[in-house]
T-cell receptor, first 116, second 116 residues
Framework: AQKITQTQPGMFVQEKEAVTLDCTYDTSDPSYGLFWYKQPSSGEMIFLIYQGSYDQQNATEGRYSLNFQKARKSANLVISASQLGDSAMYFCAMREGNTGGFKTIFGAGTRLFVKA | DSGVTQTPKHLITATGQRVTLRCSPRSGDLSVYWYQQSLDQGLQFLIQYYNGEERAKGNILERFSAQQFPDLHSELNLSSLELGDSALYFC???????????????FGPGTRLTVL
């Protein structure tokens, strides 16, 4: 069963506007971590933001924030004031496991296009 | 630059051959993860090592094996290569403190493998 779902294959946003990239997840593990990564056309994977399953507040990192709704099992990424350099593939990921070892599952990704 | 290094950057080989991909983690990181990114399968977790020991296993084929050496660098060995093994192979590293939920993986630039 697919555990990470990103329903938007592609998104367009106007420069300087905010955009929300959707991510839903499924797990029976009470302890898990949620991540967002950015992959530009150059191919590297860039860590953006992390949210722990027990965190009470939504994570923020500069222009990135994670809208964490635990009951709905969603972890949407919000990018404020979009820039042309934000054009890239964005992956939502979930880490499951315990202190013995971690498995990280990635979604299919959302390709974001920022228009000038 | 994440601090994770991978060599080689590109690798072209023929079916049936064997190759070795190398990864050096960030300074201070004890855990190494291997991922395969292909067009049809997306980003798939292969295996995790922590301080030389295997800790978690994902969708890794029996033809593939990995190890982590005392100096913490890791190698991913791919044998009896098939056309479908053509992909971008990422290594990531993290501190992996036992019980620490905020453990974040930082990715290397990847090795692009082409099997002809």
């Amino acid at each position: 069963a697919q555990k990470i779902t990103q329903t938007q294959p592609g998104m367009f946003v106007q420069e300087k506007e905010a955009v929300t990239l959707d991510c839903t997840y499924d797990t029976s593990d009470p302890s898990y971590g949620l991540f967002w990564y950015k992959q530009p056309s150059s191919g590297e994977m860039i860590f953006l933001i992390y949210q722990g399953s027990y965190d009470q507040q939504n994570a923020t990192e500069g222009r990135y924030s994670l809208n964490f709704q635990k009951a709905r099992k969603s972890a949407n990424l919000v990018i404020s004031a979009s820039q042309l350099g934000d054009s890239a593939m964005y992956f939502c990921a979930m880490r499951e496991g315990n202190t013995g070892g971690f498995k990280t599952i990635f979604g299919a990704g959302t390709r974001l296009f920022v228009k000038a | 630059d994440s601090g994770v290094t991978q060599t080689p950057k590109h690798l072209i080989t023929a079916t049936g051959q064997r190759v070795t991909l190398r990864c050096s983690p960030r300074s201070g990181d004890l855990s190494v993860y291997w991922y395969q990114q292909s067009l049809d399968q997306g980003l798939q977790f292969l295996i995790q090592y922590y301080n030389g020991e295997e800790r978690a296993k994902g969708n890794i084929l029996e033809r593939f094996s990995a190890q982590q050496f005392p100096d913490l660098h890791s190698e991913l060995n791919l044998s009896s290569l098939e056309l479908g093994d053509s992909a971008l192979y990422f290594c990531a590293s993290s501190v992996f403190i036992s019980g620490e939920d905020t453990d974040t993986q930082y990715f290397g630039p990847g090795t692009r493998l082409t099997v002809l």
